[in-house]
């Protein structure tokens, strides 16, 4: 079963304000032994994140007009956020792509719900090699491709999964690899599947139709006339004329 975002997250967020002083972020982020945290507006949306990284930039607390430094000033916008229902491993993929630690949850209203770090999502890659190659196995071979039991046997060592055996069409074999590949903990696939019928063949010219058979007789598309045999021609019913 492919895992959501939803599944994972912490729903108790520590969160700030757009107002929120530099000493009372820095406070939350000690008090509660964390890296950064989403800064909500009146709504509880996501406006903003700070991070560790944007502390250091801004380690004065005032700012050189005599300002006081708050949250506004600190965050990082606009937030990198995702929903409930994104899976994991997309998640995985947008905190790799920008560099982040954590991502905010929000609804479809765009309102905070809770907080994806690193580590929440890592717990899916700490699946053992038998869970995984039971799901490939159960949901990937037998369900989606529909394919009998033990055609294609899944193996998994740490997270590598091989597929070997035959598979109906060929163009099964890369629909059954990226299955696989989507199936949380898995890091890579190799294949050695074969087939037994080449679908991606165009199939071969089929040989031009012949000439129609005359259907004029038996209610069809009526057909070029054909002479048969000519019978004696019939006169009006009665008896023969006698000679003149």
């Not at 099964?172 to 696989?180: E, G, N, S, V």
């Amino acid at each position: 079963m492919v895992r959501i975002v939803g599944e994972v997250m912490t729903r108790e967020v520590v969160q700030a304000h757009r107002e929120t002083a530099f000493k009372d972020v820095v406070r939350l982020l000690d008090r509660h032994r964390i890296s950064g945290l989403p800064v909500v507006d009146e709504d509880d949306k996501v406006v903003g994140v700070i991070s560790g990284t944007d502390l250091i930039r801004h380690q004065a607390d005032r700012s050189p007009d005599g300002r006081a430094v708050t949250a506004r000033q600190l965050m990082s916008t606009p937030a990198i956020t995702v929903h409930p229902e994104q899976r994991i491993a997309d998640a995985a993929r947008v905190m790799e792509r920008h560099g982040v630690e954590r991502l905010p949850v929000v609804d479809e209203e765009d309102r905070l719900i809770g907080i994806a770090t690193r580590r929440d999502l890592l717990r899916v890659f700490l699946r053992t090699d038998d869970e995984i190659r039971r799901e490939v196995d159960e949901d990937v071979m037998t369900r989606a491709l529909g394919l009998p039991a033990r055609s294609v046997t899944v193996s998994v060592r740490d997270g590598m999964a091989t597929l070997e055996g035959a598979v109906h069409r060929r163009s099964d074999i890369p629909l059954a690899i990226r299955l696989t590949y989507r199936v949380d903990g898995v890091v890579g696939v190799v294949n050695s599947l074969s087939y037994r019928v080449d679908d991606t063949r165009p199939s071969p010219a089929r040989p031009a139709p012949g000439p129609r058979p005359d259907r004029s007789l038996s209610g069809g598309t009526p057909g070029p006339s054909v002479p048969g045999p000519i019978s004696p021609a019939k006169g009006p019913t009665g008896p023969a004329p006698g000679p003149r």
